[in-house]
C-alpha cells in the first residue's frame, strides 16, 4: 500500500518569497492534516481537513498561510510571505474518518523541510 | 491552558534494560492516548493508542499505562535495543472531539550496547 506522499522534500528559500507543499494520503483516507514541527519540538497541528472540507485551522497562522484539499484528495500548503520562524518540516498525515470522538491512527508522509533565510 | 508534556531531556539507558518514557497532560480529559515513534529525518509512525478504561496496553516489547488520576501514561520498552533509539511522542484530543490531534514534545530514547 502506497504511504503518503509529500514534495518537495527540502526547498530553501528567502524571507519574503513564497513556497508550496503538496501532498497526496493514502487512497481511502477521508482525513487529512498539515502540522508543522520545529526542530526539537513535537508537531504542531496546523489545519485539518475531513474530505474537502476545514474541521480546524485555529492554529493556521492565516496572514500568510492557506491550505485547500480541492476534490478531497490531494492539498497543498502555501506560505506568503515567509518570514524566518517559518523554517521547519511540513508534516502531512492522513487517517480513516474518526469514530466518534476516536481520532484514527495517523500515517504521516516524510514531511517537506523549509528553511528560510 | 492545555498541555502534553514529555521530559525533554534525552533518556540513554543500556541495551537489554526497560525504558520508560512518561507523557503528563494538563486541563485535558483524554478519552485516549497515542504513542508514536519518530526517527531523525522521518514523519512520526503510530504505535499504540490506549483508552481511558484500559490500565494497560501491549504490543510485543511495548506497554503503554494510563492512570487518569495521576493524568499520566507511562511507555516502556522493554530488553530494549540500540534499533530502539528514537523520539517518542505521546498525543491526544480534547475530549469529546475526535479533531486537533496534539502532540507532545516527545522524548529521544539513546539505548546503547
Known amino acids: 500500500e502506497a504511504g503518503v506522499a509529500q514534495s518537495p522534500r527540502y526547498k530553501i528559500i528567502e524571507k519574503r518569497q513564497s513556497v508550496a507543499f503538496w501532498c497526496n494520503p493514502i487512497s481511502g483516507h477521508a482525513t487529512l492534516y498539515w502540522y508543522q514541527q520545529i526542530l526539537g519540538q513535537g508537531p504542531k497541528l496546523l489545519i485539518q481537513f475531513q474530505n474537502n472540507g476545514v474541521v480546524d485551522d485555529s492554529q493556521l497562522p492565516k496572514d500568510r498561510f492557506s491550505a485547500e484539499r480541492l476534490k478531497g484528495v490531494d492539498s497543498t500548503l502555501k506560505i506568503q510571505p515567509a518570514k524566518l520562524e517559518d523554517s521547519a518540516v511540513y508534516l502531512c498525515a492522513s487517517s480513516l474518518p474518526p469514530e466518534g470522538s476516536l481520532a484514527g491512527e495517523l500515517f504521516f508522509g516524510e514531511g517537506s523541510r523549509l528553511t528560510v533565510l | 491552558s492545555q498541555k502534553i508534556e514529555q521530559n525533554s531531556e534525552a533518556l540513554n539507558i543500556q541495551e537489554g534494560k526497560t525504558a520508560t518514557l512518561t507523557c503528563n497532560y494538563t486541563?485535558?480529559?483524554?478519552?485516549?492516548l497515542q504513542w508514536y515513534r519518530q526517527d531523525p529525518g522521518r514523519g512520526p509512525v503510530f504505535l499504540l493508542l490506549i483508552r481511558e478504561n484500559e490500565k494497560e496496553k501491549r504490543k510485543e516489547r511495548l506497554k503503554v499505562t494510563f492512570d487518569t488520576t495521576l493524568k499520566q501514561s507511562l511507555f516502556h520498552i522493554t530488553a530494549s535495543q540500540p534499533a530502539d533509539s528514537a523520539t517518542y511522542l505521546c498525543?491526544?484530543?480534547?475530549?469529546?472531539?475526535?479533531?486537533?490531534?496534539?502532540f507532545g514534545t516527545g522524548t529521544r530514547l539513546q539505548v546503547t550496547l
Open positions: 498525543a491526544t484530543c480534547p475530549v469529546g472531539t475526535a479533531s486537533k490531534l496534539t
Open positions: 486541563n485535558y480529559s483524554p478519552a485516549y
